[in-house]
């Protein structure tokens, strides 16, 4: 079965430095891939998806996620973190012949002034 | 404008009563989904519909009973509420299944969520 770990479930970083999500999933045939975020009391919003067009996928608010096959990774960096990217990030899979998005068990961007 | 819009927002309740979650999108999508999210902020599928038939139906008691009129609806009724089925509950919707054929590069467009709290 299709699964996704997120290494990570509470990421600190100061303001301006570099973030680093990380985000491993299982499966023989790489399946659709995808980050969302979701802001305190708020719903979840995409921020990028991989559909096998490009492994480095930008995305909204400067964030970018690179797929590797050769490591079954789509970990999510964003060069300078922001105050206001303090939220909770999901990594999610979608296998490509089921419609059943799978997510990771989140992680928490804490960012530090 | 919203894309998907869930009522309630929030939701207090005693333990035994009945309620309903309603969810609608107007974004065309044939494909509407309900998440749980726990108190760790785990997302699982509960329950999945494609032009109003049901299409996953994950190890939900049957206590949970989706109904979808059209596809632009899908509407949780939760009976016999618990202290457990306390979450957010989110509705979803994508352009999922068409035939055979599936539209997996899509992700899905999430609703506000709906925070159920049974006392």
């Known amino acids: 079965a299709q699964s996704v770990t997120q290494l990570g479930s509470h990421v600190s970083v100061s303001e301006g430095a570099l973030v680093l999500l990380r985000c491993n999933y299982s499966s023989s045939v790489p399946p659709y891939l995808f980050w969302y975020v979701q802001y305190p009391n708020q719903g979840l919003q995409l921020l990028l998806k991989?559909?096998?067009?490009?492994?480095l996928v930008k995305g909204i608010n400067g964030f970018e996620a690179e797929f590797k096959k050769s490591e079954t990774s789509f970990h999510l960096t964003k060069p300078s973190a922001h105050m206001s990217d303090a939220a909770e990030y999901f990594c999610?899979?979608?296998?490509?012949?089921?419609?059943?998005?799978?997510f990771g068990q989140g992680t928490t961007l804490q960012v530090k002034p | 404008d919203t894309a998907v819009s869930q009522t309630p927002k929030y939701l207090v309740t005693q333990m035994g009563n009945d309620k309903s979650i309603k969810c609608e999108q107007n974004l065309g999508h044939d494909t509407m989904y309900w998440y749980k999210q726990d108190s760790k902020k785990f997302l699982k599928i509960m329950f999945s519909y494609n032009n109003k038939e049901l299409i996953i139906n994950e190890t939900v008691p049957n206590r949970f009973s989706p109904k979808s009129p059209d596809k632009a609806h899908l509407n949780l009724h939760i009976n016999s509420l618990e202290l457990g089925d306390s979450a957010v509950y989110f509705c979803?919707?994508?352009?999922?299944?068409?035939?055979?054929?599936?539209?997996?590069?899509?992700?899905?467009?999430f609703g506000s969520g709906t925070r159920l709290t049974v006392v």
């Open positions: 979803a919707s994508s352009q999922g299944f068409s035939g055979h054929l599936t539209y997996s590069n899509y992700g899905y467009t």
């Open positions: 991989y559909t096998s067009a490009a492994t």
């Open positions: 999610a899979v979608r296998p490509r012949r089921t419609g059943k998005l799978i």
